[in-house]
């Protein structure tokens, strides 16, 4: 880290409970699931919120490809959707690093940070303020499923002051035992 005054962010466990006021956290653990197609393949139900917000639009599935981050990684720039949520689903194991804000005035004294266990994806919700794609360790792959249509749906913002990703504080969540 270039600038000691700027903090490292704390990095949390990704948890539906602690996520909740950004999205949903796309996982299987706990989800609706049932047989079908004569019980050769099992269901797991609507694990997240499609929102393409009230002006409409039409649903996107995209594969975005994310190059891996070096931490410690500086935070400069958020961004939000408008005007539909943005889910992202891994297609391997890599754990990856989610930061976001709640929705609304950017306040940046709520900004907080999550890691994956790598299976896990996200779905922010409309508005809310998050970092682009972080992915660690290696190239990355991820479905991403978002609202295509009319209107400016991508508001891009500076932040004030830099917040870093530290590999200490990686370090530490990931020494932290689950909750149960």
């Known amino acids: 880290m270039s600038d000691t005054a700027s903090p490292a962010l704390k990095i949390e466990r990704l948890t539906r409970e602690a996520f909740a006021p950004f999205g949903d956290v796309i996982e299987l653990a706990g989800a609706k699931h049932f047989a079908i197609n004569g019980g050769t393949t099992e269901r797991f139900h609507d694990l997240a919120t499609v929102d393409l917000g009230p002006e409409g639009g039409r649903t996107l599935v995209n594969v975005f490809r994310g190059q891996p981050r070096q931490l410690p990684y500086e935070v400069k720039m958020l961004e939000r959707h ?31 940070a999550f890691v994956s266990d790598g299976w896990q994806g996200v779905n922010y919700a409309r508005g809310v303020w998050h970092h682009p794609l972080l992915a660690l360790h290696e190239v990355s792959d991820f479905i991403v499923v978002d609202r295509g249509g009319d209107g400016h749906n991508c508001d891009e913002l500076d932040l004030p002051s830099t917040y870093w990703l530290t590999q200490a504080e990686l370090d530490a969540v990931q020494a932290r035992p689950k909750a149960a």
Do not use: H, M, N, W
């Open 82 to 112: 408008p005007l539909g949520s943005q889910a992202f689903i891994p297609l391997k194991t890599t754990p990856y690093l989610v930061v976001v804000a709640p929705a609304g005035e950017l306040d940046v004294s709520r900004i907080r």
